[in-house]
Each structure stands twice: as C-alpha cells, then as structure tokens.
C-alpha cells in the first residue's frame, strides 16, 4: 500500500464511523446541544415577557396616539 492510500482510507474510515454513529458516549450519543436546561428556559422566560411587555407598550402608544391625537410629542 502506498503512503497516499492510507490518509484517504483513514478518513473515509473516520467519516463512516461519524456517520454510523460509532464511538459516541452513552447509548444515545452526547447531549444534544441547545437543550432547555434551566438557565436557557429562564433566558427564555425573560426574552418572552420583555417581548410581550414591548408588545403591549407598542399598542398603548398606538392607541393613544389614534385615540387622542396631539398627546404624544412629534417625533424629530
């Protein structure tokens, strides 16, 4: 065998392992990333009522503005 056969075989090797799933830790593999562990859900959490509280001011200062116009400042 000559010495440029045997990088190719050995990643052709290695990639059919990745694929196959071969050498992976645990009966299912590694955990998967991105999973919803408690400061995620927590940072989740937050971003979901800040959003909601901006949602919600946006609306306001909608309303305010149709309903009453001349009441907020003009902008610029």
């Known amino acids: ?3 440029s056969v045997e990088p190719e075989q050995r990643l052709a ?3 059919r392992a ?12 590694p955990a998967p990333r991105g999973g919803a562990d408690p400061d ?3 940072i ?3 971003l979901l ?6 949602l919600l001011v946006g609306v306001l200062f ?3 503005s149709l ?3 001349g009441t907020l400042p003009p902008l610029g």
Do not use: K
């Open 1 to 3: 065998m000559s010495r």
């Open 13 to 15: 090797e290695a990639l």
């Open 18 to 29: 990745r694929a196959t799933g071969a050498g992976r830790a645990g009966p299912n593999g």
């Open 40 to 42: 995620t859900a927590a």
């Open 44 to 46: 989740r959490a937050a």
């Open 49 to 54: 009522a800040a959003l909601a509280v901006g």
């Open 62 to 64: 909608a309303l305010l």
């Open 67 to 69: 309903l009453s116009p």
